[in-house]
Every structure is written in structure tokens, then in C-alpha cells.
């Protein structure tokens, strides 16, 4: 091996690695090669000895620790900057997380109210309305007074009727998308 097959002093440390490697994969190659021609089939099972590939996959914000020790000798820091950056991204997913929930509970807490305060109102109206054709019952006026009655409790039965259909079909479309 000559001075001019190894990697300069002055070269970056990647561009080492890679001429290293360059290097080692020639050396490889011209010691499993015979000095004669080599039929292809053979050429491809001689390359196949010499060229390893490694396939890494990892899942999450940071990648295993060998390979962050990889990064921290490529270029000291960088773990440090890498947990920060995924601890932030925590914190952020966390903090949005927390803004979707709260506004689902604001419109829950609101959705209540109304229901809530609407049947409030309903039954006052209704016992208004039965109380009204109850004092017109008393006070002799009796068509009036059974057409009021008649009309609060059918009013009273077509929106509880309402509402029990509505929610059987919400229940069903809930149901369908799940």
C-alpha cells in the first residue's frame, strides 16, 4: 500500500471515511479477485461476499443509543441538541393536546347548559300552559280550558318523541363511523 492509496491528513473527517472505505472496498475486491477473467455469475457472488448492506429503522424522536453515540462522535453536542429538540416537540404535542381537550370540554360544558336550560324552560312553559287551562277549567271556560291541557301535553309528547328519534339516528351514524 502507497502513501497516495491512504486519505489525506488535511481532508474532512467524511471525506476520510469515505476514501477509507473506498480504499478498504478495493482492497476486498482485489484479494477475492482471481488474476484471470471471472465469469459474471461469479463476479455478482464475489461482490455479494465484499458489499454489505445495513438497514437500520428505528421509530420515535430519537434513534437508539448507539446511534446517538454515532452522532455525538460525528459531531460533539449533538445529543444534547437532539433531546432538547425532541423534549420540545413534547411539550408542544402535550400543550396542543391540552388546547383540543379543553375546547371539547367547553363545548360540552355549553352543549349541557342549553340542554339543560332548554328543558328547564320547556317544563316551566309546560306547567304554565296545563296550570292556565286548569284556572280556564275553573273559572267555567271548559273548551278552552281541555284545548290548553290538550295542547301542552301533545306538545310535550311530539317533542320527547322528537328527541328519542333523533338520538336512536345518532347513535346509528356514531355506530357506522366506528
Given amino acids: 500500500m502507497s502513501d497516495e ?7 474532512s473527517s467524511e471525506d476520510q471515511s469515505e476514501t477509507r472505505a473506498e480504499h478498504e472496498l478495493v482492497e476486498l475486491l482485489k484479494e477475492r479477485l482471481p488474476d484471470e477473467p471471472v465469469a459474471p455469475s461469479r463476479l455478482a457472488e464475489i461482490l455479494a ?3 454489505t ?3 437500520r429503522k428505528f421509530q420515535g424522536p430519537l434513534p437508539p443509543p448507539d446511534v446517538m453515540l454515532e452522532y455525538e462522535r460525528a459531531q460533539p453536542g449533538l445529543i444534547t441538541l437532539i433531546t ?15 388546547q383540543v381537550q379543553d375546547r ?14 332548554g328543558q328547564g324552560l320547556a317544563f316551566i312553559l309546560a306547567i304554565t300552559a296545563i296550570g292556565g ?31 328519542k328519534i333523533t338520538e336512536a339516528v345518532t347513535a346509528s351514524k356514531r355506530q357506522k363511523n366506528d
Avoid: C
Wanted: aromatic letters at 6%; hydrophobic letters at 45%; zero cysteines.
Fill in 104 to 117: 371539547e370540554d367547553k363545548k360540552l360544558f355549553h352543549l349541557a347548559l342549553k340542554t339543560y336550560l
Fill in 133 to 163: 287551562g286548569i284556572w280556564l277549567l275553573a273559572n267555567g271556560h271548559k273548551s278552552e280550558g281541555l284545548g290548553t291541557i290538550i295542547t301542552a301535553v301533545a306538545t310535550l309528547a311530539v317533542v320527547f318523541v322528537t328527541g
Fill in 5 to 11: 492509496d491512504l486519505p489525506k491528513e488535511n481532508a
Fill in 84 to 98: 432538547d429538540r425532541a423534549g420540545k416537540e413534547q411539550d408542544f404535542r402535550h400543550a396542543m393536546t391540552r
Fill in 49 to 51: 461476499e465484499v458489499v
Fill in 53 to 55: 448492506v445495513e438497514v
